[in-house]
């Protein structure tokens, strides 16, 4: 793995849009990499969008939502985050890696300086697809997350609005920075 030294900084309104667009991308990437037959990933990519632009406004107007872009030692985005902060808790909403430098250490780094952003969180949390072994293992693996549920169709998230389908299966993960006495 490379150290990669990024800098975090609050996404600006200039760059909101190619923000969420690479994030798309990278999460459109994840969504095909997954897949064995590509075609069957193609055809669904383009049936419905991987990472709806609605969803990306939600979180990046909750309260507490705090948007960052990765900036690389040369000046280049190379990734980002949306997290959602409440008291002592927080939510990762979204955290990507542009497509074609991940690998290189780069998510890990935006993770570890959040929490350094924000040392005053005892419990985050974020969710992935089941089918994602790539970010599974890197939230349990590299960032210390743990899964606490599994959403399906025998056991749905009740916070879920109901046009997502789950019987696909999302994870539940969370991360204590603390114990809690």
Known sequence: MTKNRIQLTRLSEEHTIAFKEEMQMAFEHGFKSHSHEKTDADDASSQWQILPDKDFYQSLEAEGAEAYEAISEDGQRVGGAIIIVNGNSGELAFLYVKTGVQ?????????????????E?????????????????????????????????????????????????????????????
């Open 103 to 119: 690998s290189k250490g780069i998510g890990q780094s935006i993770w570890k300086t959040i929490e350094a952003i924000h040392p």
């Open 121 to 181: 969180i005892e419990v985050w949390e974020t969710f992935t697809p089941y089918f994602n072994r790539r970010n599974i293992h890197f939230y349990i693996n590299s960032c210390g997350f743990h899964a606490v549920e599994f959403f399906n169709e025998h056991h749905p998230d009740p916070n879920m609005p109901e046009q997502f389908e789950q019987e696909d299966g999302l994870f539940k993960f969370e991360k204590r920075m603390r114990q809690l006495i």
